[in-house]
């Protein structure tokens, strides 16, 4: 007699609390089957612009991030998970105030927030990239652009030997160089020249270990601008696939950054939550490949929620 496995499988719900969005992913999940996607809610809050001159976040950004727990929990709570999954990336690990919020959404979803290092968030994209793409895909390289950093790994096991974060992520990017809407050439070329000097460091790391079998590109920014610039591909099943070129890339960012924002929300791939970073991310992305030697990235589907899905299940 056989099991169905989905009656033994856990629901675990994943809580990402970033620099742009909190996003719950509900997933049925059993060690050794792929995780099925069951819930997914997702409320922009873009927490980078309520953080002030000191460092922290504004009272009204506070209120903003809870009204989103809230919201997700609700969602939890309807999903009947058996586990959750608290995690908190770039923007509250770096606000002065940080752990004050953290404490006021541990009280919300019952149970403490993992904050995530730079370095944690480049390991778990790096292990869900691997297990989408499989060992026929030999040694990666990850790259995955947030709301407040860039994540970089490379390995050819399910563990990368170089993770790498460094403050360049898309809301960071556009409010630090990028305050004027469409940003002038002055702007985009400052960003531009204050990306190349962060990613240096990172390239003479990545000098030390094998080149690339295969580069991998994830989250919602590097997605859209694939939809934009980029090609789809055929695949096997029904999941949409996307290549992106970095002359595609380098072509449209000029035309992107003279377009305002509530104007790009036209253009495939750019929703209304992206759009009033999507240029800085387009900067980000087209200085990342070109100081890293990559001529094209193929988007994964799987990210940072789905890496703490699979570790979870790994150490279960």
């Known amino acids: 007699m056989t099991t169905d496995p989905a009656a033994r499988a856990t629901r675990l719900g994943v809580i990402d609390i970033g620099s742009n969005t909190v996003h719950l992913l509900v997933m049925d999940a059993r060690h050794g089957v792929r995780p099925v996607p069951a819930a997914s809610r997702k409320i922009t809050v873009r927490l980078m612009r309520y953080v002030d001159a000191d460092g922290a976040v504004s009272p009204e950004g506070e209120r903003a991030l809870l009204a989103a727990v809230d919201d997700v929990m609700s969602l939890a709570r309807e999903s009947a998970v058996d586990e959750l999954l ?6 509250l690990r770096d606000a002065t105030n940080g752990a004050a919020v953290l404490a006021a959404i541990s009280q919300r979803v019952g149970r403490d927030v993992l904050v995530l290092s730079g370095e944690d968030e ?5 292990l869900a990239a691997r297990r989408w793409h499989g060992w026929a895909a030999g040694r990666l390289l990850v790259l995955d652009i947030g709301g407040g950093s860039l994540e ?3 390995g050819v096991d399910e563990s990368p030997d170089l993770a790498a974060s ?6 960071r990017s556009t409010r630090v160089f990028l305050p004027d809407d469409p940003p002038p050439a002055d702007q985009v070329d400052a960003l531009r020249v204050h990306a190349r000097a962060l990613l240096e460091p990172v ?6 270990v094998p080149a690339p079998d295969h580069v991998v590109a994830t989250s919602k920014t590097f997605r859209s601008l694939a939809r934009l610039a980029g090609m789809q591909v055929d695949v096997v099943g029904p999941d949409e696939r996307w290549r992106m070129r970095l ?21 495939p791939g750019v929703t209304p939550e992206r759009t009033y970073q999507i240029v800085g991310g387009a900067v980000v992305a087209e200085e990342t490949m070109r100081a890293l030697g990559v001529d094209e990235v193929e988007i994964c ?16």
């Open 86 to 91: 608290p995690m908190a990336t770039s923007a």
């Open 122 to 126: 480049a390991r778990l994209t790096f």
């Open 152 to 154: 970089i790994a490379t």
């Open 166 to 171: 460094v403050p360049l992520g898309a809301g």
């Open 203 to 208: 390239v003479e790391r990545l000098a030390t």
């Open 247 to 267: 002359s595609q890339l380098a072509d449209w960012v000029p035309r992107l950054a003279r377009i305002p924002a509530e104007g790009r929300t036209a253009l």
């Open 301 to 316: 589907p799987w990210a940072l929620r789905e890496g703490a899905v699979l570790q979870r299940l790994d150490r279960m």
